[in-house]
Nanobody
């Protein structure tokens, strides 16, 4: 069973930076795709950034040029560096692991961490 433990977010001023981390346990971590999702109040959950097992990355248009996702397989950790934060980035951020199972993909989720961007 894969377990995910995220760092807590926090309160940051517009234009500031924040770095989220997610530590995953599991015997096949290096073969999994990982990503960060977020859900703002009254909104649906959306993909923010993803990184595949091969190392390729993808980002939501709203965060391109500001956010960077990376992974450290030796530490079983995925990071999200968030720069030039905007009030619109305020949301609960969730770590995700997508594991290729014998019958299709299986998703695992962290508990979520609140990120608030405000003056």
């Amino acid at each position: 069973q894969i377990q995910l433990v995220e760092s807590r977010g926090g309160l940051v001023q517009p234009g500031g930076s924040l770095r989220l981390s997610c530590v995953a346990s599991g015997s096949i971590f290096r073969n999994d795709d990982m990503g960060w999702y977020r859900q703002a109040p009254g909104k649906q959950r959306e993909l923010v950034a993803g990184v595949t097992r091969e190392g390729s990355t993808n980002y939501a248009d709203s965060v391109k040029g500001r956010f960077t996702i990376s992974r450290d397989n030796a530490e079983n950790t995925v990071y999200l560096q968030m720069n030039i934060l905007k009030p619109e980035d305020t949301a609960v951020y969730y770590c995700n692991v997508r594991q290729a199972g014998p019958s299709g993909p299986m998703d695992y989720w962290g508990q979520g961490t609140q990120v608030t961007v405000s003056s």
